[in-house]
């Protein structure tokens, strides 16, 4: 699966954190190096507290990095526009959408901003893109619905056509899954496979459903307290007990046969 | 969801309303002049008394032009705020800009007094002018101060809560003059704090008129990252936009209109707060791209009717005008915020 001629995002000795002041920095990751190839499916797991949000969006260049660089494509983070950035990374983020006008067309539509004409009409490209996109997440029936008025769910699903519509080779997740019932758990991760699978995107995702993460993600970055950052093939680090080691609690392992946390 | 049919509609009717109250404004007033001679003064029409035409042209006018141009520039400002602090409380008075124009004011006409150099009541028209002139530089020194902050700090809040302090560090220095002051100084100053759309001269409110609408223009231009705004700073920047700088573009739009505004006419209070939330329980959309044009149509019909309920009482001394706006604006805002929260609760 991994091609190392067909390298998206490259991470170079970055240092994640950030400032308190101008002198006063807090680094949370140092020297973090690491290849996204297309068509992985990445996810972040961590616990509370790691600094995996602080990773994904200085990934976004919305946080600034302390140290290093990123590439995508070849092009430094630093260099490249929001826009040129817009086009290559599409987002779904936990941050509340708090207006109570906007139906999921017009937040869907925003996915087409990087594109296309400067005051805002979408172009019929723009308008089959964001029915193509509601189609990928079964949520056609939602189209004109207000966006505030939905579950939790349902928000959920508009976000990731958002970012399908934005055609982009990657999509970042943060906690794609949280606030969600089980099998509206399982419907979205789906749905993020089939992006991998089908349509040839690229994900990372954040998530503490460790459980669910494992079945579906092609690979693992592992992040925790104290500078602490591995990557590798979920079978291959569950096997060598990282995954126990990462989310120590007392009274609590990771059943490596099972693949689930219990008591221990 | 409205229909699009259901917008058009609107979209007429507003501007047919528009016509309705500025001809009543040109023509209603304390000396009564028919509805043909107003018809026939506005058309440049040679058949109509002089004094008709002298308080048509010289007073009614100039007024109609000034109430509808500072309805519309306060309403985007206001809207522009609301968006890009996603702040529903957000509007004129926050960021400090109005608190910056009546130091300046405060200045000239109290400072002046203590001083012993009388620069209003004097000279009626260097008066006039020296108050607009201190006025826009008051709300323009607070403006660059906001600006620059919003530069080097970039979360809104942040922003906002400065904005804040600065308007009350403000009013406590012009609180500290107003005491000095004497008493017909003093009364001068919180006649400019009242508000008033008659003290432009016709060029005066032309100009307004002329640059209000420019930068009306200039502003359909960011309907893209206006709405981009609406999903927070974080999506935004994911759209595609640079927020930090769209935010202090956006602050510097809103503080010259407020500027421009509260110079000619004093503070105007709540039309810039009010209008854009009527706007959108009227078109039922935060879309920009309808949101826009809604509140130019409706700030100006809305100013344009408290200008005309000011004039009410039908004698010489008008109503002031931040009286008729408080009026009508808070149990609008009042209104508006209980109607949407039954609907989000449905």
């Given at each position: 699966?991994?091609?190392?001629?067909?390298?998206?995002?490259?991470?170079?000795?970055l240092?994640t954190?950030?400032?308190?002041?101008?002198?006063?920095?807090?680094?949370?990751?140092?020297?973090?190096?690491?290849?996204?190839?297309?068509?992985?499916?990445?996810?972040?797991?961590?616990?509370?507290?790691?600094?995996?949000?602080?990773?994904?969006?200085?990934?976004?260049?919305?946080?600034?990095?302390?140290?290093?660089?990123?590439?995508?494509?070849?092009?430094?983070?630093?260099?490249?526009?929001?826009?040129?950035?817009?086009?290559?990374?599409?987002?779904?983020?936990?941050?509340?959408?708090?207006?109570?006008?906007?139906?999921?067309?017009?937040?869907?539509?925003?996915?087409?901003?990087?594109?296309?004409?400067?005051?805002?009409?979408?172009?019929?490209?723009?308008?089959e893109?964001i029915?193509?996109?509601?189609?990928?997440?079964?949520?056609?029936?939602?189209?004109?619905?207000?966006?505030?008025?939905?579950?939790?769910?349902?928000?959920?699903?508009?976000?990731?056509?958002?970012?399908?519509?934005q055609?982009?080779?990657?999509?970042?997740?943060?906690?794609?899954?949280?606030?969600?019932?089980?099998?509206?758990?399982?419907?979205?991760?789906?749905?993020?496979?089939?992006?991998?699978?089908?349509?040839?995107?690229?994900?990372?995702?954040?998530?503490?459903?460790?459980?669910?993460?494992?079945?579906?993600?092609?690979?693992?970055?592992?992040?925790?307290?104290?500078?602490?950052?591995?990557?590798?093939?979920?079978?291959?680090?569950?096997?060598?007990?990282?995954?126990?080691?990462?989310?120590?609690?007392?009274?609590?392992?990771?059943?490596?046969?099972?693949?689930?946390?219990?008591?221990? | 969801?409205?229909?699009?049919?259901?917008t058009?509609?609107?979209?007429?009717?507003?501007?047919?309303?528009?016509?309705?109250?500025?001809?009543?404004?040109?023509?209603?007033?304390?000396?009564?002049?028919?509805?043909?001679?107003?018809?026939?003064?506005?058309?440049?029409?040679?058949?109509?008394?002089?004094?008709?035409?002298?308080?048509?042209?010289?007073?009614?006018?100039?007024?109609?032009?000034?109430?509808?141009?500072?309805?519309?520039?306060?309403?985007?400002?206001?809207?522009?705020?609301?968006?890009?602090?996603?702040?529903?409380?957000?509007?004129?008075?926050?960021?400090?800009?109005?608190?910056?124009?009546?130091?300046?004011?405060?200045?000239?006409?109290?400072?002046?007094?203590?001083?012993?150099?009388?620069?209003?009541?004097?000279?009626?028209?260097?008066?006039?002018?020296?108050?607009?002139?201190?006025?826009?530089?008051?709300?323009?020194?607070?403006?660059?101060?906001?600006?620059?902050?919003?530069?080097?700090?970039?979360?809104?809040?942040?922003?906002?809560?400065?904005?804040?302090?600065?308007?009350?560090?403000?009013?406590?220095?012009v609180?500290?003059?107003?005491?000095?002051?004497?008493?017909?100084?003093?009364?001068?100053?919180?006649?400019?704090?009242?508000?008033?759309?008659?003290?432009?001269?016709?060029?005066?409110?032309?100009?307004?008129?002329?640059?209000?609408?420019?930068?009306?223009?200039?502003?359909?231009?960011?309907i893209?990252?206006?709405?981009?705004?609406?999903?927070?700073?974080?999506?935004?920047?994911?759209?595609?936009?640079?927020?930090?700088?769209m935010?202090?573009?956006?602050?510097?739009?809103?503080?010259?209109?407020?500027?421009?505004?509260?110079?000619?006419?004093?503070?105007?209070?709540?039309?810039?707060?009010?209008?854009?939330?009527?706007?959108?329980?009227?078109?039922?959309?935060?879309?920009?791209?309808?949101?826009?044009?809604?509140?130019?149509?409706?700030?100006?019909?809305?100013?344009?009717g408290?200008?005309?309920?000011?004039?009410?009482?039908?004698?010489?001394?008008?109503?002031?005008?931040?009286?008729?706006?408080?009026?009508?604006?808070a149990?609008?805002?009042?209104?508006?915020?209980?109607?949407g929260?039954?609907?989000?609760?449905?």
């Open positions: 699966m991994h091609k190392t001629d067909n390298i998206l995002l490259k991470i170079h000795n240092t954190g950030y400032s308190l002041s101008r002198s006063k920095k807090v680094a949370l990751h140092q020297n973090v190096n690491s290849e996204v190839g297309k068509g992985e499916f990445i996810a972040l797991l961590g616990p509370n507290g790691a600094g995996k949000s602080t990773l994904l969006k200085t990934l976004l260049g919305i946080i600034p990095s302390l140290d290093g660089n990123i590439y995508y494509n070849g092009d430094n983070l630093h260099e490249m526009s929001k826009k040129e950035i817009a086009t290559l990374v599409a987002v779904v983020l936990t941050d509340k959408i708090e207006d109570r006008y906007l139906t999921s067309y017009d937040i869907v539509g925003t996915g087409r901003y990087p594109y296309g004409s400067f005051i805002g009409k979408l172009t019929d490209v723009d308008k893109k029915s193509n996109a509601f189609k990928l997440v079964d949520a056609e029936e939602l189209i004109t619905k207000v966006f505030y008025s939905l579950s939790d769910g349902e928000k959920q699903k508009v976000l990731l056509a958002r970012a399908i519509a055609d982009t080779p990657l999509i970042f997740l943060d906690e794609p899954t949280a606030f969600i019932d089980s099998p509206g758990k399982v419907i979205i991760m789906n749905l993020i496979n089939d992006l991998v699978l089908v349509h040839n995107k690229t994900i990372l995702l954040t998530t503490h459903d460790t459980e669910l993460a494992l079945e579906y993600a092609t690979k693992l970055w592992l992040l925790g307290k104290e500078n602490y950052f591995e990557e590798g093939a979920p079978k291959t680090m569950v096997e060598a007990g990282m995954i126990n080691k990462l989310f120590i609690r007392k009274g609590i392992i990771f059943n490596v046969k099972s693949k689930r946390f219990e008591m221990g | 969801m409205i229909s699009n049919k259901h058009t509609l609107l979209f007429l009717i507003l501007p047919i309303l528009i016509v309705l109250l500025f001809m009543l404004n040109i023509w209603y007033g304390s000396v009564s002049i028919s509805w043909l001679d107003a018809w026939d003064t506005l058309l440049l029409n040679d058949n109509v008394s002089n004094s008709s035409k002298i308080i048509i042209i010289q007073y009614r006018l100039p007024q109609a032009i000034t109430a509808l141009s500072v309805g519309i520039g306060l309403s985007i400002a206001g809207l522009l705020l609301q968006t890009t602090f996603t702040n529903p409380l957000a509007g004129p008075s926050v960021l400090g800009i109005s608190a910056g124009a009546s130091l300046g004011v405060a200045l000239v006409v109290l400072l002046g007094g203590i001083g012993g150099v009388k620069l209003v009541g004097n000279s009626v028209l260097f008066g006039d002018m020296a108050i607009v002139l201190a006025s826009f530089t008051g709300a323009l020194v607070v403006l660059t101060i906001i600006v620059f902050v919003s530069r080097k700090v970039g979360n809104a809040v942040t922003v906002l809560i400065i904005g804040i302090m600065i308007g009350y560090l403000v009013s406590a220095v609180g500290t003059l107003q005491f000095f002051s004497s008493s017909e100084d003093l009364h001068a100053f919180i006649l400019w704090g009242l508000g008033s759309f008659s003290k432009t001269t016709i060029t005066q409110s032309v100009s307004i008129f002329v640059i209000t609408i420019a930068i009306s223009l200039v502003t359909i231009l960011f893209k990252p206006l709405n981009a705004f609406l999903l927070g700073s974080q999506y935004a920047v994911s759209s595609g936009f640079n927020v930090k700088l935010q202090s573009v956006f602050i510097l739009i809103s503080g010259f209109l407020i500027a421009l505004g509260t110079a000619f006419t004093g503070p105007i209070a709540f039309i810039g707060l009010a209008v854009p939330h009527i706007a959108r329980t009227i078109f039922r959309t935060s879309n920009h791209a309808v949101l826009l044009p809604a509140v130019i149509l409706i700030g100006a019909a809305l100013t344009l408290c200008n005309l309920v000011s004039k009410l009482p039908g004698y010489d001394a008008s109503l002031p005008i931040n009286a008729v706006t408080s009026m009508v604006g149990p609008i805002v009042i209104w508006v915020i209980i109607k929260r039954s609907m989000s609760n449905a």
